[in-house]
């Protein structure tokens, strides 16, 4: 089985702030991986790392056996917790600028999302509610036919219907060549099309366990489990 | 068709225990072909992946069989299909009548139990 990712005692630190630390873990392709954990436990900090806009403290880290980097880029793809697009933008323009900056954009990909989705390509990000924004980057980055989706808490800000899908959408963009990392706290609502999961708390790594192990040994889901391993 | 998952046992388990109604229910018949495994884990909602192990479980009972160019179907032998229905209902029953005697009912009791619901429910 080949690996899409690799950690061998990942660590960063933001001046003495230990924002990740030690973390040692292979992933393998074709997986939908849940990075969960509360907040402030380092999740996003993980995710920056795997795409290269931080730099590791110590430890390394290899996505599909390569170091974050500009190759890396080619075949990764990246929804950030916040947005980055210019607000002046009709959606239609992004799209162009997609193409542009992406060999494996795929323009009528998302042009068929956004229509199921009743977003008009020539309205501006600008006009658009926080959520119908959300969707908006979503599609873009699931849009793409990359080997590795990124995705910063992206179920977050939109409604139930319009989650239901998105994980729709999830499930349908990815084959046996890519690999998905979701980090959320909304578990139940995805628990479901989920391999496996990465338990993560005050930056370092609690669990790593497959969805249906984690059912055959607790008896409950990875919802209860979460609340029991994370219990305030 | 609708599906429903409880938390405490493993997804694909449930899966295997749904799907197994649909046939045995007459949804899937014996010999139809089934929808490829992205579309019934789109329909479930579920990762692929899952559906995938669950169905590789039906494969292993005998109940789907996978044609090497032209993906799946329910087995054609209905003696088969009516063992795992008997099997299914054989499991039912025993953690009936297990709960039963612990309610302290005997086996005279519990007859007479059922025949009266049978009457009510007309069945």
Redesign the interface.
């Known amino acids: 089985m080949s690996i899409i990712l690799e950690c061998n005692s990942l660590t960063k630190a933001f001046g003495k702030k230990r924002a990740l630390s030690d973390i040692s873990l292979n992933i393998e392709k ?3 991986i849940g990075l969960l954990g509360p907040n402030g436990s380092g999740k996003t900090t993980f995710i920056k790392l795997l795409n290269g806009l931080l730099t590791p403290t110590s430890g390394e880290i290899r996505v599909s056996g390569i170091q974050p980097g500009i190759e890396t880029k080619k075949i990764i793809s990246y929804l950030p917790e916040k947005t980055y697009l210019n607000d002046w933008m009709r959606v239609h323009q992004i799209i162009e600028l997609f193409c542009d900056f992406y060999e494996d954009f795929k323009p009528e990909k998302a042009y068929d999302m956004l229509k199921r989705l009743n977003i008009n390509s020539n309205d501006r990000l600008k006009t658009m509610s926080k959520g119908t924004k959300e969707k908006v980057q979503l599609i873009l980055v699931m849009s793409r036919e990359a080997e590795l989706y990124l995705l910063d808490e992206p179920i977050g800000g939109v409604d139930p219907a319009a989650r ?1 899908y998105i ?2 959408t999830i ?2 963009n ?1 084959s046996a060549n890519s690999s998905i990392i979701i980090s959320t706290h909304l578990i139940s609502d995805i628990e ?4 496996h999961v990465i338990f993560i708390k005050d930056g370092q790594l609690v669990l790593t366990s497959s ?2 192990e984690i ?2 040994e607790n ?3 990875v ?2 489990l979460f609340k029991e391993v994370f219990k305030c | 068709m609708s599906w429903n ?1 409880k ?6 388990i449930q899966l295997i225990d749904q799907i197994e109604m649909m046939i045995f229910s007459g949804i899937y018949p014996p010999g139809s072909r089934l929808p490829s495994v ?1 579309d019934m ?2 329909e ?7 559906m995938q ?1 669950a169905l590789s479980k039906l494969e292993e009972d005998g109940l789907i069989i996978t044609h090497r160019t032209s993906g799946r179907s329910i087995t054609e032998d209905e003696n088969m299909i009516k063992k795992a229905k008997t099997r299914l209902a054989q499991e039912q029953l025993s953690e009936f009548l297990a709960n039963m005697q612990h309610l302290g009912f005997d086996r005279k009791e519990i007859l007479s139990i059922i025949s009266n619901m049978l009457e009510e429910m007309k069945i």
């Open positions: 074709g997986k939908i239901d994980l729709e499930i349908n990815y479901k099309v989920l391999d969805v249906d059912r055959e008896g409950k889901s919802d209860g | 998952f938390s405490d046992r493993p997804i694909y992205r884990a789109q479930a909602a579920v990762n692929p992946n899952t192990r």
